[in-house]
T-cell receptor, first 113, second 116 residues
Framework: QKEVEQNSGPLSVPEGAIASLNCTYS??????FFWYRQYSGKSPELIMF????GDKEDGRFTAQLNKASQYVSLLIRDSQPSDSATYLC?????????????FGRGTQLTVWP | GAGVSQSPSNKVTEKGKDVELRCDPI?????LYWYRQSLGQGLEFLIYFQGNSAPDKSGLPSDRFSAERTGGSVSTLTIQRTQQEDSAVYLC??????????????FGPGTRLTVL
């Protein structure tokens, strides 16, 4: 059974702080890892993906992947109230970069002014 | 460019009725996915179409659920004899996989289904 676990939160940080979102996965064969942001009542929107060990930076967002520890994280620097949303971690199938994604239940982030 | 579109945006039906949900993927995307999201839950995979290959139906929760994709583009998810537990937001996603890269899925706005 493939599982993706996230801290459900809620995570609350002040504006300008770093928000750290964590995700672990059970399938060691997973190859691609995605972070989606979902505002209340809206559909998920892709923030970034990562598939190599290490860090990947895109603006204020940094994804970190450690396949040995089966751990992926998302750091949001200089957090803004507009970052308040639920963040979904998703991983793909064993041995393939195609096909269904397995989603965590999401971490709710609140950034207060 | 246009994103994934879904219709209707909201559907209220009575228990036992059949419903059809439509998804129009991003033009040129070869893969199409259906997920559903119940209140407070994560996304649950339903079915996946990739080009002309047989669909991956492993996530369909019962034989009341079916989906088709005509002409490699538009897809319809059909739920027969709806039950109250079918109430959820049904999300469609599409992707255009390129060799060597991850399969990045882009989601439509969803259809909120309420079964009374």
């Amino acid at each position: 059974q493939k599982e993706v676990e996230q801290n459900s939160g809620p995570l609350s940080v002040p504006e300008g702080a770093i928000a750290s979102l964590n995700c672990t996965y059970s399938d060691r064969g997973s190859q691609s890892f995605f972070w989606y942001r979902q505002y209340s009542g809206k559909s998920p929107e892709l923030i970034m993906f990562i598939y190599s060990n290490g860090d990947k930076e895109d603006g204020r967002f940094t994804a970190q992947l450690n396949k040995a520890s089966q751990y992926v994280s998302l750091l949001i620097r200089d957090s803004q109230p507009s970052d308040s949303a639920t963040y979904l971690c998703a991983v793909n199938n064993r041995g393939s970069t195609l096909g269904r994604l397995y989603f965590g239940r999401g971490t709710q982030l609140t950034v207060w002014p | 460019g246009a994103g994934v579109s879904q219709s209707p945006s909201n559907k209220v039906t009575e228990k036992g009725k059949d419903v059809e949900l439509r998804c129009d993927p991003i033009s040129g995307h070869t893969a199409l996915y259906w997920y559903r999201q119940s209140l407070g839950q994560g996304l649950e995979f339903l079915i996946y179409f990739q080009g002309n290959s047989a669909p991956d139906k492993s996530g369909l929760p019962s034989d009341r659920f079916s989906a088709e994709r005509t002409g490699g583009s538009v897809s319809t998810l059909t739920i027969q004899r709806t039950q109250q537990e079918d109430s959820a937001v049904y999300l469609c996603a599409s992707s255009s996989w390129t060799s060597g890269g991850p399969d990045t899925q882009y989601f439509g706005p969803g259809t909120r289904l309420t079964v009374l």
